[in-house]
């Protein structure tokens, strides 16, 4: 298969999600895979992170889809505005703050003028909170009008103050980017789906999350990622599809 863009995931796709968020980076194989491939062919991030936190980790991409699709930046300085957001975010972080007794690390997630789309609660380096704490507290945001998005594995959850949907970030970005041929979308995880059925050709990168519930069409070990990207970049960005192990768990 010819690919004509590459649009990727960051945490647990592009770089390891068993780090700190400062020290998270790409392996140097992928990196210079993707600086590679960028140079003939579109290369745009789709993640929850905010436009701080992932342009100066992925200067090579041509367009971020930040906070999970809800602000597109093309690398030209050209953004597509977010969407309104619900008025409570603010409200639902200072609860979250009120009544964190574990000490959670709380990320903010702005568009490029500093407005808040949404943010994680994360107790990696807390004392884990009790399962009803997290019932808890999802459903009080979730009475706000926010969504929040929790999976059994996460050590986090994710809020946003509108609607997030990679797919629909996908459709933007082959506009925006003017991509005619096949799209290529690499993800882990179950808010990726939208992303990987809109795409021409998905692949999840596993790194242990277990393969229940998503709709990738294809999986390969994080390790191996690098030399992938290398193959297509060295091999006139043809993907040869039986060099990647189906999907067989949905």
Request: with cysteine; charged share 25%.
């Amino acid at each position: 298969m010819k690919i004509a863009a590459v649009f990727s995931d960051y945490d647990g796709t592009l770089a390891s999600a068993d780090v700190s968020r400062e020290s998270s980076s790409l392996s140097k194989d992928t990196e210079a895979a993707l600086e590679r491939l960028s140079s003939v062919i579109p290369v745009a991030i789709v993640t929850s992170k905010d436009i701080r936190f992932i342009r100066p980790r992925t200067p090579f991409a041509s367009a971020w889809a930040c906070v999970s699709g809800l602000e597109i930046v093309l690398a030209d300085g050209v953004v597509s505005s977010s969407p309104q957001v619900n008025s409570r975010l603010e409200e639902g972080l200072e609860y979250v703050r009120q009544h964190d007794k574990t000490g959670l690390s709380l990320e903010r997630k702005c568009d490029v003028k500093g407005k808040l789309l949404g943010f994680s609660v994360d107790w990696r380096k807390a004392t884990t909170p009790t399962n009803d704490f997290v019932a808890t507290t999802s459903s009080r945001l979730a009475a706000m009008g926010l969504t929040v998005i929790h999976e059994p594995s996460w050590t986090f959850i994710d809020v946003f103050g509108n609607e997030p949907d990679k797919g629909r970030a996908v459709r933007e970005l082959r506009r925006l980017l003017k991509v005619k041929g096949n799209v290529l979308f690499l993800g882990d995880s179950t808010p990726d789906n939208s992303a990987f059925e809109e795409s021409d050709l998905s692949v999840c990168i596993e790194h242990g999350q277990g393969l229940e519930g998503l709709a990738c069409g294809f999986v390969i070990p994080f390790d191996k990622l690098g030399a992938l990207l290398r193959n297509l970049a060295e091999d006139d960005l043809l993907l040869d599809l039986g060099s990647l192990e189906k999907n067989n768990v949905a």
